[in-house]
Nanobody, 124 residues
Framework: QVQLVESGGGLVQAGGSLRLSCAAS????????MGWFRQAPGKERESVAA????????YYADSVKGRFTISRDNAKNTVYLQMNSLKSEDTAVYYC?????????????????WGQGTQVTVSS
């Protein structure tokens, strides 16, 4: 069982930056691949970024490539999402998710555990 708690969301102007954190419980964090998803009002939850258990492999949605960076610190049981050059279309609730297994996935169905989400609002 893994419990995930996101933090770092908030209100930012377009062009600004935010850093999201996701703290995981449990002592086997390193056995899980991790992902960040987001859901805007009236839209489906979509994959933003994902990272393998070691951090050696990452995935980014085309819409965030070059602006967002996912990373993890297994010693701190934490995964991060650095978001730069934010746009109004990045406004959404951002969710952290954990997938049993070491390889990442961009598929929502592949993840076993989810956090409660953190709101990111980008004003134009």
């Amino acid at each position: 069982q893994v419990q995930l708690v996101e933090s770092g969301g908030g209100l930012v102007q377009a062009g600004g930056s935010l850093r999201l954190s996701c703290a995981a419980s449990g002592r086997t964090f390193g056995n899980y691949a991790m992902g960040w998803f987001r859901q805007a009002p009236g839209k489906e939850r979509e994959s933003v970024a994902a990272i393998s258990w070691s951090g050696g492999n990452t995935y980014y949605a085309d819409s965030v490539k070059g602006r967002f960076t996912i990373s993890r610190d297994n010693a701190k049981n934490t995964v991060y999402l650095q978001m730069n050059s934010l746009k109004s279309e990045d406004t959404a609730v951002y969710y952290c998710a954990a997938r049993t297994g070491r390889s990442y996935s961009s598929r929502r169905e592949a993840y076993d555990y989810w956090g409660q989400g953190t709101q990111v609002t980008v004003s134009s």
